[in-house]
């Protein structure tokens, strides 16, 4: 099988070693979740639920205005009772509202739960499909949380003619979408061919890369076998990219799977694809054949301050500290660093209780060997950063324009082009962070833009 990639790149230490190949573990219940109201990229949601309230396993707890397009409900993923509502530390780093629930005495039991109906996405209308997906709460799982039934509705000027399956997982240490992989090759397969029903699309790419070879056979029977695909002749195939970071960014796979360039500040679809991630097109399969709603999260678990580093499957919600240690037993006294995420895209925490979300890939305990930490020092011009990006950047350029406060100059050198891969401050030899202060300049430019929108409409009135 031949192996697509795209230019540049970076070959990482995998760190994989102690979680590949391992399936996903159900871990034991918590006695209590704390589940963040706002797990999506879009509008805000408010709680549907008060302080004292008895709630189920699946039953939805916060939603955003009914007609809000860009708003996706949360559910509750333990039955108890409603402790708290208030705001806790999230994986962003930023304090956020969430209804923490208590199981009480009885012991939460997983398939004790609220479902919906089962919904055959290949019969019913389109749009009672979609808001299928978006009742279940399904935000992309791969990392940015952007409403599934949104990015399948693209608008109609858009010509969408591929869908990517999302199997590239080129952070270190994560293997949970592997885990999927090989754990559910049915549901994604039948994930799959849902969303080429609701969208039309006729031909799909499942990608990963070539250290998932031995996968390929298993879901090429799934393709063989799946009804929808095979009457419809669908075009779905599988391909191998080289294990490259970051190849799993949507703007890389589609270069390596498809050839096709995303315009600058454009969308996957504005080069006519979809992309979604493997654990959400199982999740979206659920949605339909089970009617459960997301409310569970397959996760890596690792790192050297990890004791017992594993793939697991918890309720949204879980702080892994709660988890007993039979289970799941962090050395802390080894343990530097807590990064949700991978290392190289994820985000430190301070400390360990710190709910799990529906994009959390991966909770990563580091020791200070696995922790480059050093002093910033000045730029020497090297240029190892420009011949890294993968986006074809110049993070130097944007660094200096946004040192400066010039933020015409930092958008003019890409900054909203910037996918955040880290790769620019990991060979940096002069340790600046780069990513960071991109991050933080993203942030101000839409802070400026809203400001300048809220005068222009200050104005009117
Ligand atoms: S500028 Fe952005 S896209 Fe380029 S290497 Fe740095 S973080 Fe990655
Ligand atoms: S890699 Fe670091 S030191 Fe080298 S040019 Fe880029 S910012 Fe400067």
Same mark, same amino acid.
């Given at each position: 099988m031949a192996v697509s990639t795209f230019s540049?790149?970076?070959?990482?230490?995998?760190?994989?070693?102690?979680?590949?190949?391992?399936?996903?573990?159900?871990?034991?219940?918590?006695?209590?979740?704390?589940?963040?109201?706002?797990?999506?990229?879009?509008?805000?949601?408010?709680?549907?639920?008060?302080?004292g309230d008895r709630v189920k396993r699946g039953q939805c707890i916060a939603d955003g205005a009914a007609d809000g397009l860009m708003t996706v409900p949360v559910h509750a993923s333990i039955s108890g009772t409603v402790k708290k509502i208030e705001p806790r530390l999230q994986q962003n780093n930023t304090e956020g509202l969430?209804? %923490? *629930?208590?199981? #009480?005495? /009885?012991?939460?039991?997983?398939?004790?739960?609220?479902?919906?109906?089962?919904?055959?996405?290949?019969?019913?209308p389109k749009e009672e499909a979609l808001k299928r997906i978006r009742d279940a709460g399904i935000t992309g799982m791969g990392g940015a949380a952007f409403p599934a039934h949104v990015k399948l509705n693209p608008p109609p000027d858009k010509i969408i003619?591929? %869908? *990517?399956?999302? #199997?590239? /997982?080129?952070?270190?240490?994560?293997?949970?979408d592997e885990a999927v992989i090989s754990g559910k090759p049915r549901l994604l397969v039948t994930g799959l061919a849902a969303i080429m029903k609701i969208t039309g699309v006729k031909r799909a790419i499942i990608g990963m890369e070539d250290n998932k070879a031995s996968l390929v056979p298993a879901l090429e029977k799934e393709i063989a076998l799946n009804e929808y695909i095979t009457a419809h002749s669908l075009d779905v195939t599988v391909r191998l990219c080289k294990t490259l970071y970051p190849q799993g960014g949507e703007k890389m796979l589609i270069k390596a799977l498809a050839n096709r360039e995303v315009p600058s500040g454009g969308l996957p679809l504005d080069s006519g694809c979809i992309v979604q991630n493997v654990g959400t097109l199982t999740a979206i399969a659920e949605a339909f054949t089970l009617g459960k709603p997301l409310v569970d999260r397959d996760l890596t678990v690792s790192g050297g301050a990890c004791k017992t580093p594993k793939n697991?499957?918890?309720?949204?919600?879980?702080?892994?500290?709660?988890?007993?240690?039979?289970?799941?037993?962090?050395?802390y006294d080894r343990l530097r660093k807590i990064v949700f995420g991978g290392p190289m895209m994820g985000n430190a925490v301070p400390f360990a209780a710190v709910p799990v979300q529906k994009n959390t890939s991966g909770i990563i305990f580091l020791t200070s060997g696995e922790t480059k930490i050093c002093d910033e020092g000045t730029c020497i011009r090297c240029g190892r950063c420009i011949r890294n990006c993968a986006c074809r950047l110049s993070p130097v350029i944007i660094n200096i324009a946004l040192e400066s406060g010039d933020m015409e100059e930092a958008v003019r050198a890409g900054l909203m082009d910037c996918v955040e891969c880290g790769s620019c401050s990991f060979v940096c030899p002069a340790g600046i962070k780069l990513v960071q202060r991109f991050r933080v300049g993203k942030q101000r430019l839409k802070m400026i833009k809203s400001a300048a929108q809220h005068a222009a409409s200050q104005e009117k009135v």
């Open positions: 540049r790149g970076l070959k990482l230490n995998p760190r994989k070693h102690a979680t590949e190949g391992k399936p996903t573990e159900t871990a034991p219940f918590p006695k209590q979740v704390v589940i963040p109201v706002n797990q999506h990229f879009g509008a805000p949601n408010k709680a549907l639920v008060a302080v969430c209804i %923490i *629930i208590e199981a #009480g005495e /009885e012991e939460p039991k997983q398939n004790d739960i609220e479902l919906m109906p089962p919904l055959d996405p290949f019969s019913c003619d591929l %869908i *990517i399956a999302d #199997g590239a /997982e080129c952070e270190p240490y994560l293997t949970t697991i499957c918890v309720p949204v919600g879980t702080l892994i500290g709660d988890l007993p240690e039979t289970f799941m037993k962090i050395d």
